[in-house]
């Protein structure tokens, strides 16, 4: 897992990306459940 904050940061091409996008403060259950989806399909 690689974490890019801003689109300026990423700098190169990847293909086959999985990817989210959102402010997990907290992480309670909908976010939980949110990153195990992410990380399942990753």
Do not use: C, F, P, W
Request: no cysteine; charged share 20%.
């Amino acid at each position: 897992m690689k974490i890019v904050r801003g689109l300026e940061n990423l700098k190169n091409s990847y293909s086959n990306v999985v990817l989210t996008i959102g402010n997990y403060d907290g992480v309670h259950l909908g976010h939980q459940k949110i990153l195990s989806d992410v990380i399942k399909k990753a």
